[in-house]
């Protein structure tokens, strides 16, 4: 599938990540030998936006900028910082190519100095403050199995005598959705009768169980003196990551993709929890309903990502899968207490939409004066696809096994 870039990687430059490399491969001759030395102290805590993208006010960084003189004397002629947006993609348009693998765009750009600045090693480490508003829209960081987006502080001195010194470091940009009201759904599995209630925390985190609370009804279904009747044998719940990249074509590779601009979607989807359960459950057949609350956890071993969604074409999501084996039995109304399975069983598969975000917890120190609010979860669009449910004959043999047993013991 092709799309059309978007603005964001349209304005983005053509730079690669190479100088750093360079200039460690670079023999050092003492002619060379560079003036300076960057370092850099953050004084801000990590960024982590409250609210979703089109909510969150933000979060301000601030830090210091080391310079540390390593001659006698030494001018700086510029200094420039950029906050830049790395995004990779693993699976690039064209193999071992830099430009179509790593695509930089510059954030913002901090220029220090608006004359050249004299140090003498004598004065010692020099600091300069900088501080920033990060836009609280900005996709989080995410390293995916198909893509990836970092961001970066990343300084340039220019020195009197050529030289250029650089220093990058790493800002993980995370994000804490508001939780809101817990999110109730019906699914209905035609042709039967059968009705499935989930009721799912608004959000989940990476790391902690959370509550699904499970009520199906309409397992009971009466005709003269017998009645037929679901028996639930079996549920398993699964998440799933799914991630999408569209990855870009360099100006050089673009011919592959057809036209400048254009990309390639890519999508893979892995599993992030998982657990079968076959008991934890109260059946009533005289309300003709099953029910229970059972927990569900993203596994924390499997890496799991955030959800986010950039704009340059890198997209995580979740969602929780819900499979629930089902066993039919028949029963005369004058003894509903001794039922005979009939041997049919069915698979109910359908899935929800979940919402894994960060934890407010620690690095509320700059945002912790506003106060949580649901107006900041906006309303989900139309997941379709998630609405799905479907139904399949069972053909597990362990399953027939419990039953076979069911009859004979009984
Ligand atoms: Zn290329």
């Not at 510029?78 to 193999?95: G, H, N, W, Y």
């Not at 509903?336 to 069915?346: E, H, K, L, S």
Request: glycine fraction near 8%; charge should be neutral.
């Amino acid at each position: 599938m092709r799309r059309k870039s978007d603005k964001d990687r349209a304005s983005s430059k053509d730079r690669s990540l190479s100088k750093d490399k360079h200039a460690k491969d670079r023999p050092q001759t003492p002619l060379l030998q560079k003036q300076i030395k960057l370092g850099m102290i953050m004084e801000s805590p990590p960024v982590l936006f409250i609210g979703s993208p089109t909510q969150s006010t933000g979060a301000l960084i601030s830090g210091r900028l080391q310079l540390t003189p390593l001659v006698s004397e030494s001018i700086i002629e510029t200094m420039i910082m950029s906050l830049e947006c790395v995004t990779t993609t693993k699976r690039p348009v064209q193999d071992r190519c830099r430009e179509c693998l790593t695509n930089v765009s510059d954030l913002y750009e901090w220029k220090f100095l608006t004359k050249p600045k004299v140090l003498n090693q004598l004065d010692g480490v020099q600091e300069m403050p900088f501080s920033h508003m990060i836009p609280g829209h900005l996709p989080v960081t995410t390293h995916g199995h198909i893509g990836s987006l970092d961001y970066y502080l990343h300084v340039r001195a220019r020195t009197s005598d050529g030289q250029e010194v650089e220093f990058r470091r790493d800002l993980i940009i995370q994000r804490a959705l508001v939780p809101g009201p817990d999110k109730h759904s019906i699914r209905i599995f035609p042709p039967t009768s059968l009705q499935l209630q989930v009721t799912l925390p608004s959000i989940v985190h990476p790391l902690g169980e959370f509550p699904v609370e499970c009520k199906m009804t309409g397992i009971v279904s009466k005709k003269d003196d017998t009645q037929i009747r679901w028996r639930l044998r079996k549920l398993t719940w699964r998440i799933e990551e799914v991630e999408s990249m569209i990855s870009p074509a360099c100006p050089k590779h673009a011919g592959k993709v057809g036209g400048q601009g254009k990309g390639v979607q890519h999508e893979q989807t892995r599993e992030v929890g998982w657990e079968e359960l076959k008991q934890g459950w109260k059946t009533d057949f005289t309300e003709g309903a099953v029910e229970g609350e059972f927990k569900a956890f993203v596994d924390a071993a499997m890496k799991p990502n955030c959800g986010m969604d950039s704009p340059n074409g890198l997209k995580v999501s979740h969602n929780l899968i819900i499979e629930l084996v089902i066993a039919e039995e028949w029963s005369s109304l004058r003894k509903p207490g001794n039922p005979t399975p009939t041997g049919a069983a069915r698979v109910l598969r359908t899935q929800f939409a979940l919402n894994v975000t960060a934890r407010a917890g620690m690095g509320l120190a700059w945002d912790d004066e506003m106060p949580p609010s649901y107006e900041d979860v906006p309303d989900s669009p139309p997941h379709y696809k998630n609405e799905h449910t479907t139904i399949q004959t069972y053909e597990g043999d362990d399953l027939h096994l419990d039953v076979d047993h069911l009859t004979l013991g009984s």
